[in-house]
């Protein structure tokens, strides 16, 4: 029977040692590194551009230039243009109302600043290319003496007519909030589109071509 007691003895001591080292290794084991958990990504909606929605559902619709100024209804897209009646640099008067059924673009700046300058020969070049679809460009200068612009266009040698809105109530009722900017009018007096200077060729093809929808209008 001692053999037996023996064995016995002997795997209960086993049996402990094994505990003994199994506590050791869980004790001093390093702890386990944490999950990650992997962030979702979002896909990107592209949003429409303000030109899509504010361009009137008849007629050209508006052109990117009025989609890059952030906000189409600034322009008056798909109203009939406001009133607008100046004197006409070196005597006369602008009136837009008498130009019903002529397609007008017009434009108000300053001889001070920059973009106005670099866009008068750019203007020029438009007048003179697309003179025979009855084209009228119409340049407001906003708040200077008559002398100042006149000289102004002299030196630019403008092709097209000149207004003084002296007391800047025709850009505010244009909502002319900086210069220059540019709108669009249709033979029928519905402004078609607009945009905030200063642009280059492609931006003025794109409002000019809402206004002549049966002429192919390039930059240059």
């Not at 949003?47 to 008056?76: E, M, R, V």
């Not at 673009?105 to 670099?118: Q, S």
């Amino acid at each position: 029977m001692w053999p037996r007691l023996s064995i016995v003895a002997g795997l209960v001591a086993g049996i402990a040692v094994a505990v003994v080292l199994l506590g050791g290794i869980v004790a001093f084991a390093p702890d386990p590194l944490p999950t990650v958990t992997p962030v979702p990504t979002v896909a990107a909606t592209a949003a429409p551009t303000a030109s899509a929605a504010a361009a009137p559902s008849a007629g050209p619709s508006a052109s990117a230039s009025a989609g890059a100024s952030g906000n189409a209804a600034l322009f008056h897209i798909g109203e009939p243009a406001p009133p607008l009646v100046v004197p006409q640099v070196g005597g006369g008067t602008i009136d837009l109302a008498n130009l019903r059924g002529t397609p007008v673009w017009v434009n108000f700046m300053g001889t001070y600043c920059p973009p106005c300058v670099d866009e008068f020969p750019l203007m020029n070049g438009f007048a003179a290319r697309y003179a025979d679809t009855g084209l009228v460009i119409l340049a407001i200068d906003v708040k200077e003496e008559e002398g100042v612009v006149a000289a102004f266009a002299q030196e630019l040698e403008a092709t097209f007519p000149l207004g003084l809105d002296s007391d800047g109530s025709a850009a505010e009722t244009w909502d002319a909030i900086a210069l220059p900017v540019h709108f669009w009018i249709d033979t029928e007096g519905i402004v078609r589109d607009g945009a905030l200077g200063g642009i280059g060729p492609d931006i003025m093809a794109q409002g000019l071509q809402t206004i002549l929808p049966d002429v192919t209008v390039t930059p240059t």
